[in-house]
Structures are given as C-alpha cells and as structure tokens.
C-alpha cells in the first residue's frame, strides 16, 4: 500500500489545470462505483476536455503521482484502503454526444445508455442492445461491451484515443483488436477519449419495441435493485459462469453483505454495506468452489482498483 499523496501544492496544480469545482479530495470511492463500495481516493479530477486530461496527465507524470482513468466505475471494485494518487474521471463533464447522419459521435464519459437513446431518437438502429448497460462509451470500447447478442465491435467506425506518450490516435474499427471482454485499449494501455458509431436507418417504432423488450428482458433477469457491477466472472469457454455457480449450491451465497445474487448468479450484489473485503472473499470462495466440482476456472470480469 502505498502513502497518501497529500498536499495544497498538489491541489493548487490540479486547479489550475482544470477548475476548483471539478477537484475533490479524500473522496470516497463508494460514490463513484456501481458497487457502491471503494475508500477514499487522494483526489478525484473531473476533466471537461481533450487538453484538460493532458494536462492532468502531463502534472502527474512529472511529479511522479500515480494516476488512473475510470468511466462510470460500473465494472470496478475499489479498496477498502481507497487509491493512492489521482483518479481522473472521465463522465459526464466529457460527455457530449452529436449524430450527423447515420454517425454517432460520443465523447468517453457519455453514459452508454443515453447514448443509446440520442441513436433511437434518430431512428437510428444498431444499437439497442447497449441501452440497459451502465457503463460509460470508454469503458465499453476498452471492455468491447456487449449483450443480447450485440456488441460494440458491430457497431464502432473508429475511436479516438490516448497514447502513453501524450499523443492522440485516431484508430479505424479494424485496428481496435476486439474480442471478449479485451481490445487494442487495454493491451497497449490507451486511453479512450471519443468514439463514432456507425448504425443504420432504422422504423423508430420497431427501434422502441426492440428497445422495450430488452429492457424487460433485463429487468426480469438481472437484480437491477442492488448495487453490483454486472457480471462478475467472464463467460468461461463452453459453459456460463451463472449456471456452473448455481450448479453449485452457491445461489444467495453471502460473505457478510456480499453475495451472489439470488435472480442471477452471475451476479455478486452488495446487500447494504459490504466491503471490498468480503466481495474479493466470496469471489475466491465461488472460484474454488465451482473448480473444485466442475473443474473449470472462474476468472473475475470485474476489475480491481486500489489496495496493496
């Protein structure tokens, strides 16, 4: 674990970079996660431009603060302990969505189901299948989120992202490196500023009625009413990670407030306060268990943050 970084120096430098309002210390990740779990980060920054995150970026390189980039923090699970350094969100403040034609331009913290939604009010289809996921359009490209039998690989003409160096990159649909749950983003470490997402013309009643049958799909499959950050474990090759755990007597299985849930297993749920804790514990418990009868390895689709 590493100590906090601290100081008004360090605060006076991010304000001056973005603006007093958009920087927050000590600030309790709980509040930044659809987890609803997380201890305080040293400072949360919230950009509201291309030249603001560079900045941000460029003061931590050279001061030698760590930093880390997240959306809508629906497929994080942040420690207990919080996160040592600077933690830039990218949401609504960098969430500007336009569509001209049958292009759909979103910036990286334009939440994916309103998004979504600017699409079907062009009567443009494609892109239903993302209107039930809580993420950001950063996250799901970095994530090539998906559902229902969509994903964003059909549908995503280029992106726009962030290179180690400091450099922007324009990449086409064919250098993104797409497949379950990985992109070019995460193997190079890029970071995701802006995405155009090519759909096509489409009935707006037909769009609506896709669009509403999904949403009841998901509202009778999956435990909307709890926190959680969707589906915890990855799609293991030729099975599905919600059967193998109810196979295995874990359905309702709780570690302190953490548990799986009782509508779908495939899904742990935060009852009221869990902590970090005791969801990294029922994890390992339902890998070791699923293992232990089934022989196949459960790995975590969520993403840890923070701690030692």
Known sequence: MGSKVKGESVRAELEGIVTPDAVCTGEPMAKHTTFRIGGPADY????HSVPEILGVIAFCKNAGIPYYVIGNGSNLLVSDEGIRGVVIRLGKEFGRISVNGTTVTAEAGALLSQTASAAAEASLTGMEFAGGIPGTVGGAC?????????????????????????TVTTLTSGELDLGYRTSV??????????????LKRGEPEEIRRISEDL??????????????????????????????????????????????SEKHCGFVVNRGSATCAEV???????????????????????????GS
């Open 142 to 166: 970095v994530m090539n989120a998906g559902a229902y039998g969509g994903e964003m690989k059909q549908i995503l003409k280029s992106v726009t992202a962030l290179c180690a160096d400091g």
């Open 185 to 198: 983003f995460l193997k190079k470490n890029l970071i995701v500023l802006s995405a155009e997402i090519e």
């Open 44 to 47: 949360l920054v919230m950009p």
């Open 280 to 306: 990294r514990q029922l994890i390992e418990d339902v890998s070791g268990k699923v293992y232990e009868q089934f022989g196949v390895r459960l790995e975590p689709e969520v993403r840890f943050l923070g």
């Open 215 to 260: 949403k009841q799909r998901r509202t009778s499959k999956q435990p909307l009413d709890l926190p959680s950050a969707g589906s915890t474990f990855k799609r293991p090759e030729g099975y599905f990670a919600g059967k193998l755990i109810m196979d295995a007597g874990l359905r309702g299985y709780r570690v302190g407030d953490a548990q799986v």
